[in-house]
């Protein structure tokens, strides 16, 4: 019954910390004149990653590399099939290509980046600097283009929210900070209460780690990506979604690395990483030709990540 109620408040939580940082995150945009896209790469994106960033580092910190890896694998393969494909049955995402392109390079770029690392065997502390400064001059990056751009291109990204209230912008950062923590305590307490659920049915803890901890730190980004569907934000679900996977693997694994190498085991090597790529891709392509992706497309996703996860559960015996 505890689990249960640990659950029901996580998923409440997760409500009221997605409906706060959406708010919080698009009034922050217009008060310093960025683009919603913008802030939701950076701001919501990275902000959604923290479970993310505490469990791969808490991980290393144990000598538990392969939770560490397999979380952030894990989280962006949930990130496009889960959550994209969820928030577009409900509404179907609209792409704006000039607005995407340059975050979805970079997304590319950095699970190219992984594969990379996983045919060496190890993720050693050069690469994780290195994958850090790659992320600092993303940031710098997308701070000074988005600021170069004109009134009238900032105009007609934010024009179809015109009629929704401003927060000032210490209130817009109080709601966002707030919506935040409310979203890593919801997510914190789903993933406790649903692993103590799941070792009660006798579930492996390698089953475990590799579905019910994935999805439970990428809960943040679902929740975001729920509300913002709910009200036809498409540019903050895409961009909360290429800036967590761009955090994951820069920051959490660049980090991570820092702290301890991380041994790349051969299941990874063989094959997650390279779902993570071919999923990553098939995002891409949606996005760089601006196809609309719409519940047919949602749903398609949604069965690829059944298989998926029914694959990796029949593939470690359960």
């Known amino acids: 019954m505890i689990d249960i109620l640990m659950i029901l408040g996580g998923l409440l ?15 922050l945009a217009r008060n310093f004149g960025l ?19 505490t469990v791969s580092v808490g991980a290393a910190l144990k000598g538990a590399s392969d939770i560490a890896i397999g979380n952030v694998v894990g989280s962006n393969i949930a990130n496009i099939l889960l959550i994209i494909g969820l928030a577009s049955v409900l509404y ?27 045919l060496t065997g190890i993720i050693s502390f050069w690469a994780g600097v290195l994958m850090f400064i790659a992320l600092i001059g993303y940031i710098a ?20 929210v015109e009629s929704e209230p401003q927060l000032k912008p210490f209130k817009a950062s109080v709601y ?19 692993v103590s659920i799941a070792i009660g049915f006798g579930i492996s803890e390698a089953v475990i780690g590799l579905t019910i901890v994935a999805v439970g730190t990428s809960l943040p980004e679902l929740a975001t990506a729920l509300v913002a569907a709910y009200r036809r934000h498409s ?12 955090f994951n693997i820069l920051a959490i694994l660049g980090v991570t690395a820092m702290i301890s190498p991380i041994p790349v085991a051969t299941q990874f090597a063989r094959y997650d990483v390279w779902v993570m790529l071919g999923v ?4 891409s392509i949606y996005l760089l030709r601006g196809l609309t992706i719409g519940r047919v497309s949602g749903l398609a996703m949604l069965l690829a990540y059944c298989g998926y996860t029914v694959w990796l559960y029949v593939g470690t015996g359960g």
């Open 13 to 27: 939580l997760l409500f009221l910390g997605g409906e706060g940082l959406i708010k919080g995150a698009v009034s």
């Open 35 to 53: 683009s919603r896209l913008m802030v939701s790469a950076v701001v919501v994106g990275f902000g959604t990653s923290m479970p993310e960033m």
């Open 92 to 118: 179907p995402i609209t792409i704006v290509v000039n607005a995407v392109k340059r975050d979805t390079f970079v997304m590319l770029g950095a699970n190219l980046v992984l594969c990379g690392l996983a």
């Open 141 to 160: 990056l997308s701070y000074h283009q988005d600021k170069k751009r004109s009134a009238i291109t900032i105009q007609h990204i934010e024009q179809d």
């Open 176 to 194: 966002s900070l707030v919506g935040l923590g409310l979203l890593i305590g919801g997510a914190y307490m789903v993933v406790e209460g649903a």
């Open 235 to 246: 540019d903050v679900i895409i961009g909360n979604i290429l800036g967590s996977s761009i």
């Open 280 to 283: 990553a891709v098939f995002l």
